[in-house]
């Protein structure tokens, strides 16, 4: 009986470690923070929240992104087994010189994040409009077997900064 418990509680440590671990791709850091915010008030339980989160671009300095995401309170969403929703809004924005580090294709990602124990992620994705020298930045989740169309969009127009006037083309910069 004892060796099974063991084996049992060892199982569930696994999993747990697992969805603890920050399953994050592309950005240097991670994403950071900024603040949360309770959506709900659960009484013995971890309530649901809005969290904003910010990451650079590892592929284009001078580019930053914050996006919104629900997190599920209780019991499952502290112990990290909740299936998150895949409602995520994204704003992209330039903050300083943009330069863009190397070629990249069309729907790049750009970060990728696990929003359920298995099978489901967001991830941000960069693209460049040609026509109009501007970056398009997309956020969406996908799941093996029945992904969701939700999905926010950003743009960030390559401009001058400060003095410089060089400013890149990222029809330069995106191959295919």
């Not at 909740?82 to 809004?89: C, F, P, R």
């Not at 991830?123 to 020298?133: E, S």
Request: some cysteine; proline content about 6%; glycine content about 8%.
């Amino acid at each position: 009986m004892s060796k099974i418990f063991a084996t049992t509680c060892h199982a569930g440590l696994l999993l747990l470690s697992l969805a603890a671990a920050p399953n994050a791709m592309a950005a240097d850091d991670g994403p950071t923070l900024v603040f949360r915010k309770s959506t709900t008030f659960k009484l013995l339980t971890p309530n649901d929240k809005l969290a904003t989160y910010g990451i650079d671009d590892p592929g284009v300095e001078g580019v930053a992104c914050h996006y919104t995401i629900p997190e599920r309170g209780g019991i499952s969403g502290a112990l990290g087994l909740a299936e998150q929703t895949s409602d995520v809004s994204l704003a992209c924005r330039q903050y300083g010189p943009i330069k863009i580090k190397e070629k990249f294709e069309q729907g790049d990602v750009v970060f990728r994040e696990s929003r359920s124990l298995f099978f489901k992620r967001m991830q941000i994705v960069r693209g460049c409009d040609v026509k109009r020298n501007v970056l398009v930045y997309m956020v969406y989740t996908d799941k093996l077997v029945d992904g969701s169309p939700k999905n926010s969009t950003s743009t960030v127009p390559i401009m001058p900064w400060g003095a410089s006037s060089d400013t890149p083309k990222c029809s330069d910069w995106t191959r295919g």
